[in-house]
């Protein structure tokens, strides 16, 4: 991204998430062994889907898929917070800024997209079963992969575009560990209402639009299993409690950041830091957990390539 802006600010020093040594150290043993526990998981979840030919249904394409947007997106904050626990100064550049903004946004805006998809596929498994193998052939399953991408980076762009039109020079402190839009903003040097009303649209209106969408959806699919009466309806049940559970636990904090107006609030740092570090980590392995057959195919990976 080329960045033309008449700021004067070169960096941003980062407040943090807490400020007491203690409480830090703490917190950042626990985010070590978290994020070198969960992390592998979601690698060993793409590796078994890929190499497991019972696991090819699209749900299981889609799953490898959240996880690998899940473990790039936890490389966006987690590294450089626990760097940041380490040092005295917690520095970034102005380009590191909007860079770690971008990535934020586009995995986090294709993440929702992809959850959006996932509930397409389980209305068509469940509500459509004899045309699913056609509406959800190979082809379209990497058409709408394509798709959510394409509008993750979409909505990542038009963020970073206009933060980049804003100038910037004075203040650069931001109450916070990483760049986000709802901080930025705050230090720009002129009138930013606009800014902000756009940045709301564009996030917490779509965000929430696309939460109660999902809630809709999956109403209609839970009244339409439990009206069947086919042997199946257990394990459909199970699949989409399952994703509405990541439903709330993804577009939840979302909600919270970026629909309330563009003021501190006392909780914001705690849900950015679930939003951010913990629950990218955990919402693949809340599938697999609640997946059998993930679990029975994870098992005859590890005790083909493991060595006792």
């Known amino acids: 991204i080329e960045i033309r802006n008449s700021t004067v600010v070169t960096e941003f020093i980062l407040l943090g998430l807490i400020q007491s040594a203690d409480i830090q150290s703490l917190v950042f ?8 526990i969960i992390l592998p998981g979601n690698f060993l979840i ?16 889609f799953l490898a898929n959240l996880a690998f947007l899940d473990a790039s997106y936890s490389f966006i904050v987690a590294p450089r917070m626990l760097a940041d626990f380490l040092s005295e100064k917690k520095v970034i550049s102005y380009r590191g800024c909007i860079t770690q903004l971008f990535f934020l946004h586009f995995l986090g805006g294709g993440e929702g997209l992809l959850l959006v998809v996932m509930a397409f596929d389980r209305y068509i498994a469940i509500c459509r079963p004899l045309h699913y193998s056609t509406i959800m052939s190979p082809r379209v399953c990497y058409t709408l992969l394509l798709t959510l991408w394409f509008g993750g980076f979409v909505h990542s762009i038009i963020q970073v575009a206009l933060i980049l039109h804003l100038p910037f020079c004075g203040p650069n402190q931001l109450d916070n560990f990483f760049c986000d839009v709802p901080q930025v903003i705050k230090l720009a040097c002129t009138d930013t209402f606009v800014v902000e009303l756009l940045m709301v649209f564009n996030s917490g209106l779509l965000t929430l639009l ?25 394990k459909a049940l199970s699949t989409c409690t399952t994703h509405v559970i990541i439903i709330f636990l993804m577009f939840g904090p979302a909600i919270f950041i970026y629909t309330h107006p563009f003021r501190a609030l006392p909780a914001d740092k705690v849900v950015s830091f679930f939003h951010t570090v913990i629950f990218p980590l955990m919402t693949p392995v809340i599938y697999t957990l609640r997946n059998l057959q993930v679990k029975s195919s994870m098992r005859r990976l590890l005790a083909r390539h493991v060595v006792c």
């Open 29 to 36: 043993v626990l985010i070590l062994i978290f994020y070198l």
């Open 210 to 234: 696309c939460f109660l969408g999902l809630l809709v959806s999956y109403a209609v699919i839970f009244c339409h299993v439990h009206r069947s009466s086919s042997e199946g309806k257990s």
């Open 46 to 61: 793409i590796l078994t889907i890929r190499s497991d030919p019972a696991l090819s249904a699209p749900l299981y394409f």
